[in-house]
């Protein structure tokens, strides 16, 4: 299944607003052994993931993305493995295609505009209000 883009390069997609922001959030329906695929390739790549172990043992229970972090150019990608029920299944049903660029004809696949801003309330309701982006779409 394609990952779509999450709520941090959704929102700044379909508000045309920039954003002061380096990272984009994916959303990745995996399993163990895609999963540890994965962290293998990026470990070869001039970048930082978290180690299997921790993602298993410490992000996925907590529901928390593992990150890419590229020291040299300072980027950083979230990665949500997606849980099979809520919200992040319904989302990935309702996600859309959309153009990225003209030049080259890049699409890429997006979650729709309603699960970016219930993504976005949970993030400010899961940091007890102390976010100032999440609400922002």
């Known amino acids: ?28 329906d995996v399993d163990l052994q895609h999963l540890e695929l994965l962290v293998d390739a990026v ?12 993602i298993l043992e410490t ?12 020291g040299m150019l300072g980027t ?11 919200l992040d299944a319904s989302s990935m049903a309702r996600r859309q295609k959309h153009k990225l660029y003209v030049r080259p004809d890049v699409q890429a696949w997006f979650l729709a505009l309603e699960d970016v801003i219930l993504y976005k309330l949970a993030y400010f309701a899961k940091s007890e ?9």
């Not at 070869?44 to 921790?54: F, G, M, N, R, V």
């Not at 996925?60 to 993305?65: H, N």
């Open 1 to 28: 299944m394609p990952w779509p883009l999450r709520a941090t390069f959704a929102a700044m997609y379909y508000s045309r607003t920039p954003r002061l922001t380096n990272d984009v959030d994916f959303m990745m």
């Open 43 to 54: 470990e070869q790549w001039p970048a930082y993931i978290d180690p299997l172990e921790t």
């Open 59 to 70: 992000y996925l229970p907590a529901r928390m993305p593992t990150n890419i972090l590229d």
């Open 76 to 86: 950083k990608a979230d990665l949500f493995v997606v849980v099979a029920d809520g």
């Open 129 to 137: 209000g102390s976010s100032q982006r999440g609400y922002r779409v």
